[in-house]
T-cell receptor, first 115, second 110 residues
Framework: NAGVTQTPKFQVLKTGQSMTLQCAQD?????MSWYRQDPGMGLRLIHY???????DQGEVPNGYNVSRSTTEDFPLRLLSAAPSQTSVYFC??????????????FGPGTRLTVL | RKEVEQDPGPFNVPEGATVAFNCTYS??????FFWYRQDCRKEPKLLMS???SGNEDGRFTAQLNRASQYISLLIRDSKLSDSATYLC???????????FGSGTRLSIRP
């Protein structure tokens, strides 16, 4: 199993550009989520999904869109990139999100810089 | 009050020392808690889970105090390889949002 994969590993955007961060998992996990990590801020939840076709907002959803058309994939779209979105983005998955009882498996992260 | 708060650190201790840090949470309904370890520029990985009063795994002990709403992580006989950031994780009240603390940075010196 590849686990959780993310592409790209690094990305530089100009303000106003849009892009999609890809996340895929091959563990048949129902729950997937996106976090951003800034220095001294820890991980902040952007969006999450408890299954295909179901998504919901986390702590910091503004400026990001998600969709979950399949169990395996959970892409994160930046609609119009801003310098405040410079961060490291982690995708995670777990068997279920119910009661948070499951281990979260993380991808290696995407380091995004917005100029 | 934040959902999850941690000692910010950094904790700088000598090899072989015992070190402990806490994580407080605001959701009294939370039933399960986790400690994750994150190495520099890497993804977080599960260290320990805490479902009842506590859990022990070798040199690591995690304890839960429901009355005061905090969990702690104790590391005995610390090794250089224990240097990392330790994140506590608490399920949010909706049970589908999983909130991470901001992390405690630990540095073990020779």
């Amino acid at each position: 199993n590849a686990g959780v994969t993310q592409t790209p590993k690094f990305q530089v955007l100009k303000t106003g550009q849009s892009m999609t961060l890809q996340c895929a998992q091959d563990m048949n996990h129902e729950y997937m989520s996106w976090y951003r990590q800034d220095p001294g801020m820890g991980l902040r939840l952007i969006h999450y999904s408890v299954g295909a076709g179901i998504t919901d907002q986390g702590e910091v959803p503004n400026g990001y869109n998600v969709s979950r058309s399949t169990t395996e994939d959970f892409p994160l779209r930046l609609l119009s990139a801003a310098p405040s979105q410079t961060s490291v983005y982690f995708c995670a998955s777990s068997t279920t999100g119910l009661a948070g009882r499951d281990e979260q498996f993380f991808g290696p992260g995407t380091r995004l810089t917005v100029l | 009050r934040k959902e999850v708060e941690q000692d910010p650190g950094p904790f700088n201790v000598p090899e072989g020392a015992t070190v402990a840090f806490n994580c407080t949470y605001s959701n009294s309904a939370s039933q399960s808690f986790f400690w994750y370890r994150q190495d520099c520029r890497k993804e977080p990985k599960l260290l320990m889970s805490v479902y009842s009063s506590g859990n022990e795994d070798g040199r690591f002990t995690a304890q839960l105090n429901r009355a005061s709403q905090y969990i702690s992580l104790l590391i005995r006989d610390s090794k250089l390889s224990d240097s990392a950031t330790y994140l506590c994780v608490v399920p949010y009240s909706s049970a589908s949002k999983i909130i991470f603390g901001s992390g405690t940075r630990l540095s073990i010196r020779p």
